[in-house]
């Protein structure tokens, strides 16, 4: 017992270390794609990072120390309101190194401008894919984000309807400033980044379904309550080959939570059977309100 708990603790350890590395390196991708093909055509990101983008381009104030500026009150708010410093601080770290990453490659990158089809297509590479990263560590880039989980916390609106009002303003104060075409690539940008993103947190799906067939069913389905704080349903199964009945876990998580409930899993029963499977629309608790059908 003792080796094995020693063992958890090593694995563990190790499995933050990584989990930093993947935080670091997603939260300098996404710098990457704002510094060498977003900003210079000036086609803006979502979030806060469009706002700091529209405040260089209109005033010439540095896109990296504004958006950790502009980041720091939701940072608080989120802090006090969302769940306190532990659930944030990867979320912090990933804010102070992306915003950190803006503006020093800015300075040292060359900037990629000319084909549209090429920053375009590039940039918003780079924005999924480091966002997926960030997301997987368990991490978030901040800004709206922190804005979404505490209307959904308080006020049960949708993170979907968080994300597309505010970035739908982003957009339309930046016309003034940029122009309509930058603004119609960033829509473009955002496409590209959102589906590869989804391709990063595994899957284009809503949600995932997730079967698994374990022999240390109380232990897990605890932690996924707790840690999670999921429900789940326990159903009775039986081996084709053995005959065996075997009780077979069964729990739906949004796509930011796969990574976390497999990881859950291996952790708790490392002999586990675990299915995921895609699940396009989910209705009720924890999900979109079956009134809203």
Not at 121 to 148: E, H, K, N, W
Request: aromatic share 10%.
């Amino acid at each position: 017992m003792t080796i094995n708990l020693k063992r958890l603790a090593h694995i563990r350890k190790y499995k933050v270390f990584e989990d930093y590395i993947e935080l670091t390196a997603g939260s300098l991708v996404v710098a990457l794609g704002v510094a060498m093909f977003l900003l210079p055509n000036k086609v803006i990101s979502a979030g806060v990072t469009g706002i700091a983008m529209i405040l260089e381009i209109k005033f010439k104030m540095p896109t990296g120390i504004t958006n950790l500026l502009l980041n720091i009150p939701l940072l608080i708010m989120g802090i006090k309101w969302g769940g306190g410093f532990k659930v944030f601080y990867r979320t912090i770290y990933a804010v102070v190194v992306m915003s950190i990453g803006i503006d020093l490659f800015t300075a040292i990158t060359p900037a990629i401008t000319g084909d549209p089809f090429v920053y375009c297509l590039f940039g918003g590479l780079l924005d999924g894919f480091g966002i997926g990263l960030v997301l997987r560590s368990q991490g978030t880039t901040g800004g709206t984000d922190i804005i979404a989980q505490l209307l959904y916390r308080y006020q049960k609106i949708s993170f979907a309807a968080t994300f597309l009002f505010i970035n739908t303003a982003i957009l339309l104060i930046a016309i003034p400033v940029v122009g309509i075409v930058p603004v119609l690539y960033a829509i473009v940008v955002n496409y590209i980044s959102t589906r590869i993103l989804d391709t990063v947190q595994e899957g284009l799906g809503y949600a995932r379904a997730v079967f698994v067939v374990t022999e240390k069913v109380e232990e897990l389905k605890e932690k996924i309550i707790s840690e999670l704080n999921r429900g789940l349903t326990i159903l009775e199964g039986r081996g084709g080959f053995s005959g065996e009945s075997k009780p077979i876990l069964y729990v739906v998580v949004s796509r930011s939570q796969i990574s976390r409930l497999k990881r859950i899993i291996a952790e708790t029963d490392e002999s586990a059977f675990i299915v995921v499977s895609e699940a396009h629309e989910v209705l009720g608790e924890g999900f979109k309100p079956v009134s809203d059908t």
